[in-house]
């Protein structure tokens, strides 16, 4: 069984900076894709980042240059480093990730619990 545990959330005043964690474990075999979306109360979730097993990055017009993903392929690993942050950045923040957990059976596309980000003076 795959678990993405989200870490590092909390409350951060406007302009303030937090980093998010998020770990996988269980029996994997690969990690390809993996990424960060939000919620916001009343709003569909959205993708906030993503990288590739590789290192190729993609983020929402919303967070460029303020946010930045990286991953940490030998602890199965990633991180949403967010600096310069507003009001509007106040969501759930999920984790996700596309996974093979064993040679032979298809990909799985799996999610971490949720961490509350609250950005708030």
């Known amino acids: 069984q795959v678990q993405l545990v989200e870490s590092g959330g909390g409350l951060v005043q406007p302009g303030g900076s937090l980093t998010l964690s998020c770990a996988a474990s269980?029996?994997?075999?690969?990690?390809?894709?993996m990424g960060w979306y939000r919620q916001a109360p009343g709003k569909q979730r959205e993708l906030v980042a993503s990288i590739t097993s590789d290192a190729g990055t993609n983020y929402a017009d919303s967070v460029r240059g303020r946010f930045t993903i990286s991953r940490d392929n030998a602890k199965n690993t990633v991180y949403l480093h967010m600096n310069s942050l507003k009001p509007e950045d106040t969501a759930v923040y999920y984790c996700?990730?596309?996974?093979?957990?064993?040679?032979?059976?298809?990909?799985?596309?799996?999610w971490g619990q949720g961490t509350q980000v609250t950005v708030s003076s």
């Open positions: 996700n990730a596309l996974i093979l957990a064993r040679v032979g059976r298809p990909t799985d596309n799996y």
């Open positions: 269980g029996i994997i075999f690969r990690i390809y894709a």
